[in-house]
């Protein structure tokens, strides 16, 4: 199964704070045989997962009620998907992700999906979503004089 969300975060997260994020996720992801990408950037999350359909689910339903991002948005589900995208690693992370690498990332699971994908969001909505998040983000690092 392939599962692609966004989210927004609830708390800011330094970079020490999300690699052991990262690594804890990547452990337990390992464990259940999930192979991961995560964006982080703009004050969003941008996730893409692939694995099994009992541990994805499992994992779904964690991620949704994690305290430590809001809005969770499912993107694209795919129950079959054909192959993994990103064999190697348990989870990646890129941060600080810009927005050309948060829709980098959607437009490559787009290529890759086959027919089964179901899409919730289009590229242009997300891309919406990226924009105002980034500019919020730059409003409020202006009024806080930085
Ligand atoms: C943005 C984000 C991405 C996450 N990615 C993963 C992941 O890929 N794998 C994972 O096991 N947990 C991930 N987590 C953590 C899970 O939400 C959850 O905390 C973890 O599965 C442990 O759940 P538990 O504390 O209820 O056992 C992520 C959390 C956040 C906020």
Known sequence: MQLL???RKTRPMDEAALTDLAEQAARRNARHRISGTLLAGCGLYLQFLEGPVAELDALWDQLQHDRRHTRVQLLMKNLR?????????PLALLYPATPLQFMALAR?????????????????????LVD??????????AAAGG
């Open 81 to 89: 998907g054909a192959g993994r995208l990103y064999p190697a690693p």
């Open 5 to 7: 969300y966004c989210s």
């Open 132 to 141: 105002r998040s980034a500019r919020r983000r730059e409003r409020a690092g």
């Open 108 to 128: 490559d699971v787009r290529a890759h999906a086959n027919a089964h994908a179901k899409w919730t969001m289009d590229a242009h909505a997300l891309a919406a």
